[in-house]
Nanobody, 111 residues
């Protein structure tokens, strides 16, 4: 069983920064596990944001250059550093590993 717990969501103004955290609890996960961030805006489908495999990151084009995904394996935590936030980044952000999802953390970016 894998549990993923997100935190760090908040309301910020356009241009602001946030760092989201995803802490996982599972004996089967390791630093080799692929962990991803997705987001879902109101009325829209869930979309891929970023993924990290070991320490190699992959990004959606919409956030490339603004967001950074990283991991601290000792803390079993994956981070999503979000800079230069835009109103269109407003969404609930979810952590994902395989078939497991966290409960989400909400980000609101005001103009």
């Amino acid at each position: 069983q894998v549990q993923l717990v997100e935190s760090g969501g908040d309301s910020v103004q356009s241009g602001g920064t946030l760092r989201l955290s995803c802490t996982y609890t599972s004996s089967s996960m390791s630093s080799f596990s692929a962990v991803a961030w997705y987001r879902q805006a109101p009325g829209k489908q869930r979309e891929f944001v970023a993924r990290i495999i070991v320490h190699t990151p992959y990004y959606a084009d919409s956030i490339k250059g603004r967001f950074t995904i990283s991991r601290d394996s000792a803390k079993k935590t994956v981070y999503l550093q979000m800079n230069s936030l835009r109103p269109e980044d407003t969404a609930t952000y979810y952590c994902n590993e395989g078939s497991f999802w966290g409960q989400g953390t909400h980000v609101t970016v005001s103009p």
